[in-house]
């Protein structure tokens, strides 16, 4: 009893309402980062992938994701486009069901927005999942066999969301969401990591064209296993940031992540992105 009331003596001071404002602002930060980072992927995605798929010029994939386009497989390429642009439209989809609610003026907006986040999560995860075992990855089995289990968890996790909304059961379809967007967001998590490591200097070190360096095993499933350990740390301990010195070193950490998200994110939007998407738009103005 005396802890717990000195934790409220503690919360109720200066320190207790700064840091509360720290933590808040400092989350808001890093979904306005992240989502801004995603706006620039899926805006590549749609100018890059999908204006080379409808102009004809579908080898330009192959520039930087060795494989991806094959003339002699139509109906994969096809799947991969579909792929690739309803992976888009999640990424813009994404953050906006984080910062509404089931309920109040904007519940008419999360559940529209949120029926097609999961019908785009479905599309991405079967489509995903038929191409992986359907024509395989560049990396080879390794790859093949990890990019298989995200595509199946993604499917389990849109199936729980939609399951316990229809149900009602908020808490539980708060759990699952948390879950399908932090593995819905993995395409765009792995261009971020690779851009860190790129920016560091390190983009010939377990690297290769390939994608059979030890990075690059490593990269399989670091995609989407450390989003999840993140997601579950949220929703079983979020609540446990209750004292000011847990909030400050939170914010700290959310802050020092939209930074790095930041920088990572202009280094690749003008070092690769944004070139990808010039050639592209001029091979298909001929």
């Not at 995603?38 to 192959?62: E, K, Q, V």
């Amino acid at each position: 009893m005396t802890v717990e009331k000195e934790r409220q003596a503690s919360d109720a001071g200066l320190a207790g309402w700064f840091s509360r404002s720290a933590l808040r602002w400092s989350l808001t930060l890093l979904v306005a980062t992240t989502w801004m980072s995603g706006a620039f992927f899926a805006t590549y995605i749609l100018l890059y992938f999908g204006g080379s798929f409808f102009r004809g010029h579908a080898t330009l994939w192959n520039a930087g994701h060795p494989g991806l386009f094959d003339a002699a497989t139509p109906l994969t390429t096809l799947f991969m486009a579909t792929h690739l642009l309803s992976g888009a439209g999640i990424l813009l989809l994404g953050p906006i069901q984080l910062l509404t609610r089931p309920r109040g003026t904007v519940s008419l907006l999360h559940r529209c927005a949120g029926r097609l986040y999961v019908l785009l999560a479905v599309i991405v995860g079967v489509v995903g999942l038929t191409f992986t075992l359907v024509k395989g990855t560049v990396g080879g089995p390794p790859m093949t066999f990890a990019f298989g289990i995200s595509g199946v968890l993604i499917l389990v996790a849109a199936e729980r969301t939609f399951t316990y909304a229809r149900a009602r059961r908020t808490e539980l379809h708060r759990t699952w969401a948390i879950r399908l967007f932090a593995l819905a967001i993995g395409s765009w998590v792995y261009r971020m990591e690779y851009g860190l490591w790129y920016l560091a200097g390190l983009r010939h070190v377990g690297h290769t064209s390939t994608f059979t360096g030890w990075f690059d095993q490593i990269m399989n499933f670091f995609f989407y296993v450390p989003n999840l350990i993140v997601a579950e740390w949220i929703i079983r301990k979020w609540e446990t940031i209750d004292r000011p010195a847990r909030r400050f070193g939170a914010a700290a950490v959310l802050l020092t992540t939209s930074i790095l998200v930041g920088v990572v994110t202009a280094s690749v939007v003008a070092g690769r992105w944004a070139p990808r998407v010039v050639k592209a738009l001029t091979v298909s103005a001929h």
